[in-house]
């Protein structure tokens, strides 16, 4: 077991590493730093000083070392837009970002576990068909679109729900948190529902489809045969074998509901982690991409190593050795 | 089993499912309007001299102010919804087939190899194909995207075929490393088959049935992906027509109650992707040995 945490550490560590020769090239080679830092109007002599200010004129691996020890202490640069430290830029978004899919994952997982046991049950009763056809919905509607759909019914003609921002937020220590006032609740249930839509439709069939398997399995015909109440059969002797997939996907959708958080806080202006990066994106402001794409890599790396190493807990079946 | 009644029996369940006659007609419809784009449409709308700006903003033509021949209404630009759709569904069924083919091609090639030879091309395949399904398809295309300068229709296949490979290599190396076991694969070494010769006419027919499903999966997330990364700018140029860059324009016109801009594009991608995934839908289980038909 040791030797599998340890390993899955160090292949994390690779892939990390990876991640930041791509981000480093990035941010030396595409732009010229050296102009972005002197201006459009230094002269040739400004510019070499710049460049040996910045050791900009050294090798690339010496750059690159630099870069790395520059991230580990978080330092990531300044924005070229706005001139502020990239890491501050990023982390001031986070909370918004964060609270967004939080809210939506855990939407996601209950509705979407409890809609897949009862389909499952009776998987040709016509009701069910229908909460199948909804899922197929689900998956096949694209997330923007169910985001303007949204806006259509609640915002502009029930005029019930607000289309975009935060609404009024308070702040707790460093974090900036709509969850503790009703205008912030209020603004949050457009974007969450968008954000979990698809995840619930797709942990709702992973769930139908494992139900379906297991229910065919012999222990649960025993299960059966030995007069056991329908709660215990389901919820203990089968949706317990079921529960690890799903778990596991919930972990690894990290990174999908990092990309449909983009989409979601384009749509309803949510002030966000993907929204910056859009603007960022546009803008060609490289050192806020990279910034993005390392943190995200390094979040979407830990969730990927604890999953794993809780699938390996979890499993009595699975041993790495 | 005769390779006959394999295929009337594929026939017969086909004929008796209706989703899966709903969406192999879907797709057949909507193929048939992206090639027909140029005959069916009553303006060519990137055609600046069938445009005018004097037709902005008009609705549908059964509401009061919209007007012949701009069925389904116009955009800020003065281009015909209808029009604008057909030439989009173009884009879309171009970046997916494409995609498909190449992505496809390339994902079967590894997957075959990584299944067959294993040692290091596996290990760097499926430690690739782990990497990218943990960061998404979705976001590696936005990122890639958001790194490439230029715009345009090859730019999206190139970023989406870079992430969506992986997809195809992870099935193929799975069913190899099946088929591979099989009695008849030793028989043919023993015989003295060549490792081409092994690979591609006896291990290649034999382990590809499940990429089929892929396939038509695949085929609707990259339409998908295509409508998203169009939608949120980083995709196909202004000046192409793409289903996911009409919704972005019509977004900003929802709050004035003009909603044909977003819903006529919005139900077109929708009713091609439902079409998509329920033959995929039934393909998957057509083709799983583990659920029982009609039970």
Partial sequence: ???????????????????????????????????????????????????????????????????????????????????????????????????????????AFTIGLVLGVVVSLKPYAVHNRLIMAGSLAGISIPTFLIGILLIMVFSVWLEVLPPFGRGETVTVGF?????????????????????????????????????????????????????????????????????????????????????????????????????????????????????????AALMILIINIVVDILYALLNPKIRYD | MTEHRIKSRFLYHYLHDPSAIIGSVLMVVFILAALLAPVLAPQNPYDLETVSLA?????????????????????????????????????????????????????????????????????????????????????????LLGLFKERGVITVVVAICIVDWVRYARTMRGSVMEVKQEAYIMAAKATGAGDVRLLFKHLMPNAIAPIFVVVAVDLAVVIMLEATLSFLGVGVPITQPSLGMMIAIGKDYVYAGMWWMVLFPGAVLILLVVGINLFADWLREELNPKIERNA
């Fill in chain 1, 1 to 107: 077991m040791l030797t599998y945490i340890l390993r899955r550490l160090i292949q994390g560590g690779v892939v990390l590493m990876g991640v930041t020769l791509i981000c480093f090239v990035i941010f030396r080679y595409m732009g010229d730093p050296v102009q972005t830092l002197a201006g459009q109007y230094a002269t040739t002599a400004e510019r070499e000083m710049i460049r040996q200010a910045f050791g900009l004129d050294q090798p690339a691996y010496v750059q690159y070392g630099r870069f790395l020890a520059n991230a580990l202490q978080g330092n990531f640069g300044v924005s070229y837009v706005s001139r502020v430290p990239v890491l501050g830029l990023i982390l001031e978004r986070f909370p918004a970002t964060f609270e967004l899919a939080l809210v939506a994952v855990s939407l």
């Fill in chain 1, 175 to 295: 974090w900036r948190t709509g969850l503790l006032t009703a205008d912030g609740l209020k603004h949050l249930v457009l974007p969450a529902a968008t954000l979990a839509m698809y995840q619930l439709a797709v942990l709702m069939r992973l769930t139908r489809a494992g139900m379906r398997e297991v229910l065919a399995e012999e222990f649960i015909k025993t299960a059966w045969a030995k007069g056991l109440p329908p709660f215990k059969v389901i919820f203990k002797h089968a949706l317990r074998n079921v529960m690890i997939p799903v778990v596991t996907m919930t972990g690894l959708q990290f990174g999908e509901i990092l990309a449909f958080a983009i989409v979601t806080e384009t749509i309803f202006q949510w002030p966000g982690m993907g929204n910056l990066l859009l603007t960022s994106i546009y803008e060609s402001d490289q050192p806020v991409i990279a910034t993005y794409i390392m943190l």
């Fill in chain 2, 55 to 143: 037709n902005f903003l008009q609705p549908p033509v059964w509401m009061e102010g919209g007007q012949a021949p701009f069925w389904l209404g116009t955009d800020d630009q003065g281009r015909g919804i209808f029009s604008t759709m057909l030439y989009g569904l173009r884009t879309s069924l171009l970046v997916g087939f494409s995609v498909v083919a190449v992505a496809g091609t390339f994902g079967v090639l590894m997957g075959l190899l990584a299944g067959y030879y294993g040692g290091w091309i596996d290990v760097v395949t499926m430690r690739l194909a782990d990497t990218f399904f943990s960061f998404s398809t979705t976001l590696m295309a936005i990122l």
